[in-house]
């Protein structure tokens, strides 16, 4: 008897072992997905904190740019109207210069 004894002390201790590593790989289980849940939490948090940034950064210099932008196609049209009013101003001058030019050979 004493060996029917022993072979069922294994077996329990086998069942035993089967219990407590089971239970082992559950707790690891849950463990693994309690930190996936926790780095998809910080990696939200993360992630609205700089698209907050970027919002604010943007509505920062995005005004300013398109003040900017106004301000320098202002100040190319007033280019503009310099140069051809200068262009205006002189073209009879350009035009007696060039006929002279071309109607004068040297030899």
Do not use: H, P
């Not at 690891?28 to 970027?54: G, P, T």
């Amino acid at each position: 008897m004493s060996s029917e004894d022993g072979i069922k002390k294994l077996l329990d201790a086998e069942r035993t072992a089967q219990k407590i590593v089971a239970d082992a790989r559950q707790d690891r289980v849950q463990k693994l997905k309690k930190a996936v849940e926790e780095a998809e939490k910080e990696i939200k948090e993360f992630r609205e904190k700089k698209d907050k940034e970027y919002k604010d950064y943007e509505s920062k210099y995005l005004g300013a740019s398109s003040e900017t932008a106004s301000q320098l196609a202002t100040n190319a049209n007033k280019e503009i109207d310099t140069i051809r009013r200068e262009t205006n101003a002189n073209k009879e001058k350009v035009v007696d210069l060039l006929i002279k030019y071309a109607i004068t050979c040297d030899n």
